[in-house]
């Protein structure tokens, strides 16, 4: 018996994933595969933590077999990241598999099982784990009404991005402003040789490259040793965060050599993976009034 459907892929974010330029960055987007249909993501240039924030319709999906089935069993969903090359195909970067959220044209688009949570998926190159991917999939069966009778998709709208479809209200994470600040004390380069007068540069961002605007470096005004001291002041940038905490995008660090005309070498990288730890919230200052007052 064939049934037809219609799949939302919420393709939200990927993070930590694999470093495909010499740059020790990435221009990465997402290819997602569905029975015979396939769509892409926009392409995110020089970030290893994409936030693409889109949602990826397939309409028409014709599955064959009895309705339960289908509820229990959908088929899997795969998904691959892709480097996108300036010149020559896409480099691949690593894939992951997904199971859609079921719902019948008998069911109500309604709480627990929707709307759909976004979640982390494992990515994998080979045998070896590539990065995580933040999305949401649900598998929505067109009934006698057709597609007239399949829950609204409930906004934001961004006109700037032209057809490209935002991740709705509901399954998007409510973001909340925070200020991430940044130390640097002194960084230790003996291995990689810095030679008399060059500059070190160290990039600090927070998730997807360039949300940080510029982003943050760190040069000390001549380089006279393998181990230069930084200027140890607070450099600090606003950043829209989720209030989720086990959504934030880890922090990336790279160090770079600053050469002439423009150019730059990558040093090293690294990521913080959680930020938990560091988060200071300030004291609520009604309970504090209360505790004074007892």
């Not at 691949?92 to 998926?121: I, N, W």
């Not at 200020?179 to 230790?188: A, D, G, N, S």
Request: proline share 10%; charged share 20%.
């Amino acid at each position: 018996e064939k049934q037809v459907f219609q799949l939302r892929a919420h393709m939200y974010q990927a993070r930590s994933l694999f470093a495909a330029d010499s740059s020790g960055l990435s221009d990465p987007f997402a290819r997602v595969f569905f029975i015979s249909q396939s769509q892409c993501t926009e392409v995110l240039n020089e970030t290893l933590c994409p936030t693409w924030d889109q949602l990826l319709v397939f309409d028409n999906v014709e599955l064959y077999g009895e309705a339960h089935e289908m509820r229990d069993d959908p088929p899997i969903i795969v998904i691959e990241i892709y480097d996108q090359d300036t010149v020559g195909k896409a480099d691949f970067m690593g894939r992951t598999f997904a199971k859609p959220v079921v719902k019948m044209s008998d069911e109500h688009y309604c709480p627990p099982r929707f709307p759909p949570q976004l979640e982390y998926y494992q990515i994998y190159r080979g045998n070896s784990t590539a990065g995580d991917l933040l999305a949401a999939f649900e598998l929505l069966q067109i009934g006698p009404g057709g597609k007239s009778d399949l829950p609204p998709i409930d906004g934001p709208t961004d006109m700037d991005r032209g057809p490209i479809l935002p991740v709705p209200l509901g399954i998007r994470p409510v973001l909340s402003k925070y200020r991430v600040e940044v130390i640097t004390l002194k960084h230790h380069m003996s291995v990689f040789g810095f030679v008399w007068g060059r500059k070190a540069c160290l990039w600090v961002s927070e998730g997807q490259e360039g949300s940080l605007s510029p982003y943050w470096p760190f040069q000390p005004p001549k380089q006279t040793s393998h181990s230069p001291a930084l200027d140890n002041q607070p450099t600090s940038a606003p950043q829209d965060l989720p209030e989720n905490e086990l959504l934030h995008p880890p922090l990336n660090i790279r160090v770079v050599d600053c050469r002439a005309f423009g150019r730059y070498t990558l040093v090293g990288s690294h990521a913080v993976s959680s930020l938990r730890k560091f988060i200071y919230r300030p004291p609520d200052k009604k309970a504090q009034h209360w505790n004074m007052a007892g």
